[in-house]
């Protein structure tokens, strides 16, 4: 298995600009979770899924961000606008069951100037 | 709201000492996690534990429900162990549930 898959690696955008980070979980698990990490706050959750359905999203930080999870081997963390403090390395990672060992995927570096 | 506190945030030991990385969590939580972040950045889970005593290779975590506490042990330390170590906890109720992350510590072994 590939393990869980991130896209982009890297992304740079500009203040104001809709960013758009992707996630696909390993096959056949049905959690995934969405975090970001800061050097001030280090980890973090965002959001988490299961079986596609969003469980909790308290950790999103303001309505600019938004999550979708349209089937079990595509999520999606949408940032609409970007502002430059929504720099961070963002994870995704997915579990069988949800209080299961997770899985994390390498992590979008997301630089907003 | 959970909590998850870490110690020492920074470790520097030789190579070849024992490391020892401490945990604590409040009343919600009901399994740890321990991770690994490279310096590169990756994220790999260790262990996943609830109750008792894991092992894997050099490396060993223990969990105190009683005391709400967890160690991560490294024995015969080697410098590519060198990393930021996170303990994660799991809330007790139920349930898929996110993660509450400690600060980490970051763990350099020198040769």
């Known amino acids: 298995d590939a393990g869980v898959i991130q896209s982009p690696r890297h992304e740079v955008t500009e203040m104001g600009q809709e960013v758009t980070l992707r996630c696909k979980p390993i096959?056949?698990?049905?959690?995934l979770f969405w975090y970001r990490q800061t050097m001030m706050r280090g980890l973090e959750l965002l959001i988490y899924?299961?079986?596609?359905?969003?469980?909790?999203d308290s950790g999103m930080p303001e309505d600019r961000f938004s999550a979708k999870m349209p089937n079990a081997s595509f999520s999606t963390l949408k940032i609409q606008p970007s502002e430059p403090r929504d720099s961070a390395v963002y994870f995704c990672a997915s579990s069988f069951g949800g209080s299961d060992e997770q899985y994390f995927g390498p992590g979008t570096r997301l630089t907003v100037t | 709201k959970n909590e998850v506190e870490q110690s020492p945030q920074n470790l520097t030991a030789q190579e070849g000492e024992f490391i020892t990385i401490n945990c604590s969590y409040s009343v919600g939580i009901s399994a740890l996690h321990w991770l690994q972040q490279h310096p590169g950045g990756g994220i790999v889970s260790l262990f996943m534990l609830s109750s008792g005593k894991k092992k894997h290779g050099r490396l060993i975590a223990t969990i105190n429900i009683q005391e709400k506490h967890s160690s991560l042990h490294i024995t015969a330390s080697h410098p590519r162990d060198s990393a930021v170590y996170i303990c994660?906890?799991?809330?007790?109720?139920?349930?898929?549930?996110?993660?509450?992350f400690g600060k980490g510590t970051h763990l350099i072994i020198q040769p």
């Open positions: 994660a906890g799991v809330d007790s109720g139920g349930g898929a549930d996110g993660l509450t």
């Open positions: 096959s056949g698990h049905n959690s």
């Open positions: 899924f299961n079986n596609n359905v969003p469980i909790d």
